[in-house]
């Protein structure tokens, strides 16, 4: 099972559209054509799964740079999806009262004043 990305993608590209250029290489699992999860629009790349290796080694080679309703395609094999924090903070918040993420620092000890 090999994963694939493929990129720049035109906005008006369907799943069929993508589907159709990869099983001219061989049988296709799956297509996930990414969009906003807000709009819905695509927003220009999509997933492709094909079980056999080497039909998906074939097709990445004959796609990868071809035009496909006028934008070229970058096609290669998909990285694993990281884990990375999710919500919109970005990991955790720190104490007010701490405001550097460490124990406050001590106060400096009284001085005596020599008369």
Same mark, same amino acid.
């Given at each position: 099972? %090999? ?6 993608? $035109? ?8 589907? $159709?250029? !990869? ?11 990414? &969009?906003? %999860?807000? &709009?819905?629009? +695509?927003?220009? /790349?999509? /997933? ?23 934008? &070229? ?7 694993? %999806?990281?884990?990375? @924090? &999710?919500?919109? $903070?970005?990991?955790?918040? +720190?104490?007010?009262?701490?405001? !550097? ?5 001590? +106060?400096? @000890? %009284? ?5």
């Amino acid at each position: 099972m %090999k994963n694939i990305y493929v990129g720049n993608l $035109s906005f008006g590209t369907t799943e069929q559209t993508v589907r $159709s250029l !990869f099983e001219a290489y061989g049988a296709v699992d799956r297509v996930n054509l990414v &969009t906003d %999860k807000f &709009t819905g629009q +695509p927003k220009g /790349f999509a /997933f492709v799964e094909m079980p056999n290796d080497d039909e998906a080694q074939k097709a990445m080679a004959a796609l990868n740079g071809r035009d496909a309703d006028g934008r &070229t395609l970058a096609v290669n094999e998909a990285r694993p %999806k990281t884990d990375r @924090p &999710t919500g919109g $903070s970005r990991g955790a918040r +720190p104490n007010p009262r701490d405001r !550097f993420g460490r124990e406050a620092p001590k +106060p400096p @000890p %009284k001085r005596q004043v020599l008369t």
